[in-house]
């Protein structure tokens, strides 16, 4: 008997007053601290200087799976402000395809470096961030509001 194997193509596209609802869905679900609040996210639809893009199936529900926020600076490196995948969907490469749309945006606007801080005990989040050129420059200690120290990450892009 032969099997036909569907599988399923993403989608990477700006995110909209419609999707702010199961982003924070998404933050309750992946973060204890250091939530990104809704108020915020609403600022940053419209924020010229930040990169907020979203990942969904391509031809099936319109439910963000994901989401990115890159915010530029004047003077300053951008900065991965935050990235989180639906745990139902992590391991399937989306974390991985949002990142580089990112940092394809940000060579297009010119951006020559991205800066992030990530948990320095997360080593499956530090280690994803590797796999995307990212290495580590220094350690932040209790940088998060419950204390845990981060590392600071960067890439040149
Ligand atoms: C970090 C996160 C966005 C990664 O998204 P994802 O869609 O699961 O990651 P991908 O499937 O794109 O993985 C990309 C690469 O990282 C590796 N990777 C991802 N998660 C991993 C894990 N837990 N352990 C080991 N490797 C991992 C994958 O193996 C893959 O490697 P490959 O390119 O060699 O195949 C997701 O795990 C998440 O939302 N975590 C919770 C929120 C969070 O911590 N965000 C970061 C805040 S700093």
Known sequence: MQTTERLA???????????????????????????????????????????????????????????????????????LYSIVVAKESRGLGLGKILCRAGLDALRDAGEKKLLLEVDAHDNATVGFYERLGFETIRRLPAYYEDGRDALKMQVLL
């Open 9 to 79: 193509s993403y989608r990477i596209a700006p995110a909209l007053p419609a999707d702010i609802g199961r982003l924070q869905e998404l933050e309750t679900d992946s973060f204890s601290s250091d939530r990104l609040s809704r108020r915020q996210m609403l600022y940053h639809l419209h924020n010229p200087r930040a990169v907020f893009l979203t990942v969904r199936e391509e031809n099936g529900s319109q439910t963000a799976l994901g989401y990115a926020l890159i915010l530029r600076a004047k003077n300053r490196p951008a900065r």
